[in-house]
């Protein structure tokens, strides 16, 4: 039986982004439909497929009201998404990419931990494995906990943490009418590295308290065409955007009690950013490793946080040496160094 809220069944809105995964979107629709939990609808948006996506997507609405589908211009996941607010009709809005799926008592799950502790966001985990017998265990608390409007530093002190527990929309559950009140800058449209830990961020801001579950209810895929794994000359702009606005976002977060994240903060993650993209580019060869570096070179954000000595110091050695040596452009030395690197890593991974 469905966990209700008040006294009408909690009803989750599932959004699904879509872009050429005609692969894989079957077994994530089927893991959501098949959820024991089954007041939800599902809203699948297609993001410009030029495969079978849409037509994949568009079967499964023919045969079941759960299902919606939009399609829309290519965007980015950031854009599919707010693609689909406007029509969410649930409680609360999960968010689930198209080669990922959920445990089948997931929902169920969710609901029971919000009848039981209402929030504007539940926190939950990714599963190890595709049969849901493990969890990562990324956010660093003991067992399920409330977080009151008191205790929203415990969470959002960890924006930078090491093990990225805030930076996937897909480990939350948000309050839909929370979710609809967000208002984003403009320059987060084209987003697509960082856009998920960045929305996150907008959206806790906004959030008076959360819910950490702690479970595995979402397994993660290591899919090669995923964006996580693939280079583009883009994602240092969009470094650049969360620097920037992340520094307004201090503003507001420098109100909260415990709060510790500063500047520096910022300024060595754009730092260390700058770092992962000179990494990624040679792996791609050297000519992609020089264009990369040029854009390094030239951009202002970096010339800024640079200006901050406590952010350099907290650098990792390897970090100082090749954004020095590309900074003086002396980027054949630095792109031997970084290739030589990855291939050790390479080697250690066998």
């Not at 029509?87 to 609360?92: H, I, L």
Request: proline share 3%.
């Amino acid at each position: 039986m469905d966990a209700h809220l008040g006294d009408k069944p909690l009803v989750f809105s599932v959004v699904v982004p879509v872009y050429n995964s005609q692969e894989f979107v079957e077994r994530c629709i089927d893991s959501v439909l098949s959820q024991e939990h089954e007041a939800l609808e599902l809203i699948l948006v297609d993001d410009g497929s030029t495969d079978d996506s849409f037509e994949i997507c568009s079967s499964y609405s023919a045969t079941d009201q759960r299902v919606r589908v939009i399609k829309k211009e290519n965007g980015g996941p950031f854009s599919a998404r707010l693609a689909a607010y406007p029509y969410v009709t649930g409680d609360y809005v999960l968010h689930v990419d198209a080669d990922d799926i959920l445990a089948p008592w997931a929902l169920a799950h969710l609901a029971d931990a919000i009848s039981r502790h209402p929030a504007d966001v539940v926190f939950f985990e990714f599963s190890q494995d595709e049969d849901f017998k493990s969890a990562e265990c990324r956010f660093p608390f003991s067992g399920s906990v409330c977080f009151g409007h008191e205790d929203r530093a415990d969470y959002l002190n960890l924006v930078f943490s090491r093990t990225y527990c805030l930076n996937s929309m897909c480990t939350k559950a948000i309050k839909a009418d929370l979710l609809k009140r967000v208002e984003y800058p403009a320059n987060m449209l084209g987003m697509i590295s960082g856009e998920d830990l960045l929305q996150s961020l907008y959206v806790l801001n906004k959030a008076s308290n959360a819910y950490y579950l702690d479970e595995g209810l979402y397994y993660y895929s290591l899919n090669s065409s995923g964006t996580t794994l693939t280079f583009r000359f883009s994602d240092l702009n969009d470094y650049e955007v969360f620097y920037r606005n992340f520094h307004e976002l201090l503003k507001s977060f420098c109100d909260v009690p415990g709060f510790v994240l500063t500047e520096t903060d910022n300024d060595r993650s754009l730092i260390f950013g700058n770092f992962r993209y000179l990494q990624n580019a040679a792996r791609q060869g050297e000519s992609t490793f020089h264009l990369a570096s040029g854009m390094v070179r030239d951009s202002k954000d970096l010339a800024e946080a640079m200006n901050n000595v406590s952010a350099k110091k907290r650098l990792r050695f390897d970090a100082a040496i090749i954004l020095r040596l590309v900074l003086s452009n002396f980027n054949r030395l630095a792109y031997v160094l970084l290739a030589t690197e990855n291939r050790l890593h390479e080697l250690m991974a066998r």
